[in-house]
């Protein structure tokens, strides 16, 4: 199971989507204006290891106590 976050330039996660999907697999998400979707990378604090289980109470809590540590990577413009 897959599990991805959408956030604001902040790193406040406004929500948690989990997917379970083959590994060649992925997710289209559609964020809220403002707002980045990511992967998680890693393990999860507060959920139970890989495969996750979808546990509300567990992706609520981890909403409203973590944040995403680099909200967006910078990027650069180039000459074409």
């Known amino acids: 199971m897959k599990v ?3 956030y604001d330039a902040s790193g406040a996660i406004h929500g948690l ?3 379970n999907a083959p590994a060649d697999r992925t997710a289209m ?3 809220g204006p403002g707002l980045f ?3 998680v990378e890693g393990e999860i604090p507060g959920l139970k ?3 996750y289980e979808s546990d509300m109470e567990a992706l609520r809590k981890i909403a409203q106590t973590l ?3 680099t ?5 650069r413009l ?3």
């Open 17 to 19: 989507v989990t997917v």
């Open 78 to 80: 180039v000459r074409k």
């Open 37 to 39: 979707v990511a992967e």
């Open 67 to 69: 944040r995403v540590a």
């Open 29 to 31: 998400l559609a964020p």
């Open 4 to 6: 991805y976050v959408h």
């Open 71 to 75: 909200p967006n990577p910078g990027c």
């Open 49 to 51: 290891p890989a495969p």
